[in-house]
């Protein structure tokens, strides 16, 4: 279980597309939707698998 802990990812945009650039090991994968209303992506680390999701 996860509980407690933090992540720290720092990510860089190109157009509607992010890629991790540095932070906490693993990766982070993200897009903006809809005019940049929304944003979905997933996070993977050897020790976790997560998806997320939000809109403005």
């Given at each position: 279980?996860?509980?407690?802990?933090?992540?720290?990812?720092?990510?860089?945009?190109?157009?509607?597309?992010?890629?991790?650039?540095?932070?906490?090991?693993?990766?982070?994968?993200?897009?903006?939707?809809?005019?940049?209303?929304?944003?979905?992506?997933?996070?993977?680390?050897?020790?976790?698998?997560?998806?997320?999701?939000?809109r403005r």
């Amino acid at each position: 279980m996860w509980e407690g802990q933090s992540l720290q990812a720092q990510s860089r945009f190109a157009e509607v597309m992010a890629t991790s650039t540095g932070g906490d090991d693993g990766t982070l994968h993200g897009r903006f939707y809809g005019s940049r209303q929304g944003v979905a992506g997933t996070v993977e680390r050897a020790d976790l698998t997560a998806a997320f999701g939000a809109r403005r």
